[in-house]
Every structure is written in C-alpha cells, then in structure tokens.
T-cell receptor, first 113, second 111 residues
C-alpha cells in the first residue's frame, strides 16, 4: 500500500510570511499532484509534477518533485489570506495502480491578516 | 469544457435509511470516475472507481455500493445507512494525464 505523509498537519501564519509544506513517501510515484480545497467545496488541481527534480511555479507558489520521485514540497512566498485552505498532495502509482491517486491527509493552512 | 455535477448538495438521513448520490460529467466521453469520502475536512478515502460502463472497483469493504449505468453517470448507494457513513462525498473524473477534477461534493449527515 502506497502512503503519502504530509507535514505539518496544521499551519497558522501571518500575512506576508513564507511557508513550506512537505509530502513524503517511501514509494515511487509516476507523477504527483497538488490540490487546494476550500471548506464545503471539492479540491481544485494546482499543479502536476512528473519528472524527478522538476520545479514548477504558479505565481507565489513553487512546487518541487524529489529526484527519486518519492517526495514533493510546496513553498508559498508572502502568503496572503486568500491562500487559506486545505492543501492535498496526491501521487499516481505505476503499473496496475495507475488508475488511482493516493492522497495525503492534507495540510490545513490559515493565513491571518 | 468539461463540468461535473453532484446532487444533492446536502442530505440528512436517519440511520437505516437508503442512500443514492448521483454524479454526472459533461463534455467528455469514457472518463474514469471516482467516489471519495472525506471526513472532518481531511484526507480523501477512495471508495470506488470505474473505467467504463458497468465496471466498478471497490477499494474499501463497507455497506456502500456504486453503479455506472451510463458512460457519464456514477451513482453511490446504500441500502441501510450507518452513523459512520456521515461525511463529505466527492465524485471525480480524470483526464488522460490522470489529473482529477472534482465535483462540488455532497455533505451527508446520518442521524
């Protein structure tokens, strides 16, 4: 069974601060996705990383896929209250499990004005 | 563009009553479809997925079932709800790159 551990589980920061969220596994994933979810809504896809060592930027968000494709990080620069939400990472397996995503339990981020 | 619908948005049902949640996708054909449950705003638990009409794979043994009577319709059912079935139910479909797009969800409260 593939597992994804996200840390921290909860994060409360002030507007303007930087933060990093981590997603770790002992398993190799063919790709890894990051989602953001607001209360009462479905998760929204932010980015997909596919290649080991890949870095993608989405405005103030920087996503990195580990060289061994077992881990990923999300860095937010100068966080804003609008960044508040549940951040979920999800890994896509290979071979027979390539129809299913394995989700981490999420990091609940609160950015205080 | 593709859209995904779920209904109802909220549901309050007594223990032992039946359940039927519906999910439909527009703007794509032969999508892979998924049902997830999310407890207390945390991680997603995959319940069922389907790669085609009538093809259902169950991930977690439970009193829930799923059906796919049409290409873009996915239904989650139960004959008798338990208190532990309460949660936020999400339907999703995937692109060819296995990126998942989620519906708005159904909040189920079993009383």
């Amino acid at each position: 069974t593939q597992l994804l551990e996200q840390s921290p589980q909860f994060l409360s920061i002030q507007e303007g601060e930087n933060l990093t969220v981590y997603c770790n596994s002992s398993s190799v994933f063919s790709s890894l996705q990051w989602y953001r979810q607001e209360p009462g809504e479905g998760p929204v896809l932010l980015v997909t990383v596919v290649t080991g060592g890949e870095v993608k930027k989405l405005k103030r968000l920087t996503f990195q896929f580990g060289d061994a494709r077992k881990d990923s990080s999300l860095h937010i620069t100068a966080a804003q209250p609008g960044d508040t939400g549940l951040y979920l990472c999800a890994g896509l397996g290979s071979g027979g499990s390539n129809y299913k995503l394995t989700f981490g339990k999420g990091t609940l981020l609160t950015v205080n004005p | 563009s593709q859209t995904i619908h779920q209904w109802p948005a909220t549901l309050v049902q007594p223990v032992g009553s039946p359940l039927s949640l519906e999910c439909t996708v527009e703007g794509t054909s032969n999508p892979n479809l998924y049902w997830y449950r999310q407890a207390a705003g945390r991680g997603l638990q995959l319940l069922f997925y389907s790669v085609g009409i009538g093809q259902i794979s169950s991930e977690v043994p439970q009193n829930l079932s799923a059906s796919r009577p049409q290409d873009r319709q996915f239904i989650l059912s139960s004959k008798k709800l338990l208190l532990s079935d309460s949660g936020f139910y999400l339907c999703a479909w995937t692109t060819s790159a296995n990126e998942q797009y989620f519906g708005p969800g159904t909040r189920l409260t079993v009383t």
